[in-house]
Protein backbone atom coordinates (compact mmCIF):
# COMPACT_ATOMS: atom_id res chain seq x y z
CA UNK A 1 0.00 0.00 0.00
CA UNK A 2 1.40 3.47 -1.01
CA UNK A 3 2.14 5.89 2.29
CA UNK A 4 -0.18 8.49 0.63
CA UNK A 5 -2.88 5.82 1.26
CA UNK A 6 -2.18 5.14 4.75
CA UNK A 7 -3.74 8.49 6.41
CA UNK A 8 -7.25 7.17 4.53
CA UNK A 9 -6.71 3.86 5.73
CA UNK A 10 -6.69 4.82 9.11
CA UNK A 11 -9.82 6.81 8.78
CA UNK A 12 -11.56 4.01 7.68
CA UNK A 13 -10.33 1.71 10.30
CA UNK A 14 -11.19 4.14 13.03
CA UNK A 15 -14.70 5.12 11.12
CA UNK A 16 -15.77 1.55 10.44
CA UNK A 17 -14.37 0.59 14.06
CA UNK A 18 -16.02 3.03 15.96
CA UNK A 19 -19.62 2.60 17.52
CA UNK A 20 -22.56 3.67 14.88
CA UNK A 21 -25.66 2.42 13.58
CA UNK A 22 -23.55 -0.83 12.08
CA UNK A 23 -21.81 -1.57 14.65
CA UNK A 24 -24.97 -1.90 17.05
CA UNK A 25 -27.02 -4.03 14.90
CA UNK A 26 -23.89 -6.17 13.88
CA UNK A 27 -23.37 -7.10 17.68
CA UNK A 28 -26.88 -7.56 18.55
CA UNK A 29 -27.15 -9.77 15.39
CA UNK A 30 -24.26 -11.58 16.70
CA UNK A 31 -25.31 -11.91 19.95
CA UNK A 32 -28.61 -13.70 18.17
CA UNK A 33 -27.28 -15.47 15.10
CA UNK A 34 -23.82 -16.17 15.29
CA UNK A 35 -21.14 -15.22 13.05
CA UNK A 36 -21.97 -17.24 10.30
CA UNK A 37 -25.62 -15.74 10.08
CA UNK A 38 -24.69 -12.46 9.99
CA UNK A 39 -22.25 -12.46 7.61
CA UNK A 40 -24.35 -11.68 4.52
CA UNK A 41 -25.25 -8.24 6.46
CA UNK A 42 -21.82 -7.31 7.09
CA UNK A 43 -20.95 -8.07 3.49
CA UNK A 44 -24.08 -5.76 2.89
CA UNK A 45 -22.63 -3.03 4.72
CA UNK A 46 -19.19 -2.96 3.09
CA UNK A 47 -21.14 -3.49 -0.51
CA UNK A 48 -23.38 -1.22 0.15
CA UNK A 49 -20.06 1.34 1.61
CA UNK A 50 -18.97 0.69 -1.45
CA UNK A 51 -21.10 1.58 -3.64
CA UNK A 52 -22.12 4.57 -1.43
CA UNK A 53 -18.55 6.55 -1.49
CA UNK A 54 -17.92 5.60 -5.32
CA UNK A 55 -20.66 7.69 -5.88
CA UNK A 56 -19.87 10.01 -3.41
CA UNK A 57 -16.30 10.17 -5.45
CA UNK A 58 -18.03 11.02 -7.97
CA UNK A 59 -19.65 14.31 -7.72
CA UNK A 60 -22.87 12.60 -5.36
CA UNK A 61 -20.99 13.89 -2.35
CA UNK A 62 -20.26 17.71 -3.77
CA UNK A 63 -24.21 17.46 -4.72
CA UNK A 64 -25.08 16.73 -1.07
CA UNK A 65 -22.35 19.21 0.75
CA UNK A 66 -23.93 21.76 -1.88
CA UNK A 67 -27.62 21.04 -0.74
CA UNK A 68 -28.54 22.05 3.05
CA UNK A 69 -32.48 20.31 2.86
CA UNK A 70 -30.81 17.19 1.27
CA UNK A 71 -28.35 16.82 4.07
CA UNK A 72 -31.16 17.43 6.49
CA UNK A 73 -33.70 15.22 4.87
CA UNK A 74 -31.17 12.30 5.11
CA UNK A 75 -30.44 13.03 8.32
CA UNK A 76 -33.89 12.91 9.83
CA UNK A 77 -34.55 9.89 7.55
CA UNK A 78 -31.84 8.38 9.07
CA UNK A 79 -32.45 9.23 12.44
CA UNK A 80 -36.15 8.30 12.22
CA UNK A 81 -34.94 4.90 11.17
CA UNK A 82 -32.68 4.16 14.23
CA UNK A 83 -35.61 5.16 16.28
CA UNK A 84 -37.60 2.57 14.89
CA UNK A 85 -35.04 -0.02 15.00
CA UNK A 86 -34.47 1.00 18.87
CA UNK A 87 -38.28 0.87 19.23
CA UNK A 88 -38.05 -2.75 17.43
CA UNK A 89 -35.12 -3.70 19.57
CA UNK A 90 -37.20 -2.76 22.72
CA UNK A 91 -40.30 -4.78 22.11
CA UNK A 92 -38.49 -7.41 21.65
CA UNK A 93 -37.12 -7.40 25.18
CA UNK A 94 -40.27 -6.66 26.55
CA UNK A 95 -41.26 -9.61 24.34
CA UNK A 96 -38.23 -12.04 25.02
CA UNK A 97 -38.34 -12.36 21.49
CA UNK A 98 -35.50 -12.62 18.90
CA UNK A 99 -35.74 -11.47 15.62
CA UNK A 100 -36.76 -14.06 13.40
CA UNK A 101 -34.04 -13.62 10.58
CA UNK A 102 -30.68 -11.61 10.95
CA UNK A 103 -30.48 -8.40 8.57
CA UNK A 104 -29.77 -10.12 5.08
CA UNK A 105 -27.15 -8.77 2.40
CA UNK A 106 -29.37 -6.68 0.87
CA UNK A 107 -30.82 -5.06 3.82
CA UNK A 108 -27.17 -3.98 5.03
CA UNK A 109 -26.58 -2.85 1.75
CA UNK A 110 -29.64 -0.46 1.45
CA UNK A 111 -29.28 0.35 5.00
CA UNK A 112 -26.15 2.27 4.46
CA UNK A 113 -28.63 5.11 2.41
CA UNK A 114 -30.13 5.93 5.62
CA UNK A 115 -26.91 5.67 7.82
CA UNK A 116 -26.00 9.20 8.96
CA UNK A 117 -22.57 8.34 9.81
CA UNK A 118 -21.95 6.20 6.59
CA UNK A 119 -22.78 9.44 4.49
CA UNK A 120 -20.29 11.27 6.98
CA UNK A 121 -17.56 8.99 6.18
CA UNK A 122 -18.20 8.56 2.21
CA UNK A 123 -18.84 12.44 1.89
CA UNK A 124 -15.24 12.72 3.93
CA UNK A 125 -13.63 10.66 1.59
CA UNK A 126 -14.55 11.79 -1.47
CA UNK A 127 -13.17 15.57 -0.37
CA UNK A 128 -10.31 14.49 1.93
CA UNK A 129 -8.96 11.40 0.35
CA UNK A 130 -9.30 10.91 -3.63
CA UNK A 131 -5.25 10.89 -4.96
CA UNK A 132 -5.30 13.87 -7.36
CA UNK A 133 -2.45 11.96 -9.73
CA UNK A 134 -5.47 9.16 -10.55
CA UNK A 135 -8.61 9.94 -13.20
CA UNK A 136 -11.43 10.57 -11.06
CA UNK A 137 -12.62 6.98 -11.53
CA UNK A 138 -9.65 4.90 -10.89
CA UNK A 139 -9.59 6.80 -7.79
CA UNK A 140 -12.90 6.84 -6.75
CA UNK A 141 -12.70 3.18 -7.21
CA UNK A 142 -9.39 2.62 -5.05
CA UNK A 143 -10.81 4.53 -2.39
CA UNK A 144 -13.89 2.66 -2.37
CA UNK A 145 -12.02 -1.09 -2.75
CA UNK A 146 -9.92 -0.03 0.01
CA UNK A 147 -12.58 1.32 1.91
CA UNK A 148 -14.28 -1.78 2.08
CA UNK A 149 -11.47 -4.21 2.25
CA UNK A 150 -10.38 -2.46 5.55
CA UNK A 151 -13.97 -2.02 6.48
CA UNK A 152 -15.22 -5.98 6.62
CA UNK A 153 -13.01 -7.27 9.44
CA UNK A 154 -13.25 -4.17 11.16
CA UNK A 155 -16.91 -4.87 11.80
CA UNK A 156 -16.95 -7.80 11.84
CA UNK A 157 -15.17 -7.98 15.85
CA UNK A 158 -18.64 -6.37 16.84
CA UNK A 159 -20.32 -8.90 15.25
CA UNK A 160 -17.90 -11.72 17.10
CA UNK A 161 -18.18 -9.64 20.12
CA UNK A 162 -22.14 -10.33 20.27
CA UNK A 163 -21.34 -14.12 19.57
CA UNK A 164 -19.10 -14.10 22.59
CA UNK A 165 -21.43 -12.43 25.20
CA UNK A 166 -23.88 -15.05 23.73
CA UNK A 167 -23.67 -17.58 26.68
CA UNK A 168 -24.32 -14.78 29.34
CA UNK A 169 -27.72 -13.74 27.12
CA UNK A 170 -28.98 -17.35 27.47
CA UNK A 171 -30.46 -15.54 30.88
CA UNK A 172 -33.77 -14.06 29.70
CA UNK A 173 -33.26 -11.22 32.38
CA UNK A 174 -29.93 -10.21 30.74
CA UNK A 175 -30.94 -10.99 27.23
CA UNK A 176 -33.71 -8.23 28.31
CA UNK A 177 -31.39 -5.59 29.71
CA UNK A 178 -28.62 -6.21 26.42
CA UNK A 179 -31.33 -5.30 24.09
CA UNK A 180 -33.01 -2.11 26.19
CA UNK A 181 -28.98 -0.81 26.37
CA UNK A 182 -28.94 -2.00 22.26
CA UNK A 183 -32.03 0.54 21.88
CA UNK A 184 -30.60 2.73 24.10
CA UNK A 185 -27.75 3.36 22.18
CA UNK A 186 -29.60 3.73 18.80
CA UNK A 187 -31.63 5.75 19.80
CA UNK A 188 -29.09 8.63 21.44
CA UNK A 189 -27.32 7.66 17.66
CA UNK A 190 -30.25 9.05 16.41
CA UNK A 191 -30.75 12.28 18.88
CA UNK A 192 -27.48 12.55 17.96
CA UNK A 193 -27.88 12.71 14.35
CA UNK A 194 -30.49 15.33 14.87
CA UNK A 195 -28.81 17.77 16.23
Do not use: H
Amino acid sequence: MSTDLLPLATYCALMSSTPGPNNMMLTASGASFGYRRTLPQILGIAFGGFLQTLLCCLGLGALIASAPQVQNGLRVAGALYLLWLAWRMLRSSVAEAQMAEPLSFAQGCLFQAVNPKAWSRSITVAAVFMPPELAPLQGALLVSMLGAMIGVPCVSIWALFGMAIRRWLADARMRRRFNAMMAAGLAVLALTFLY
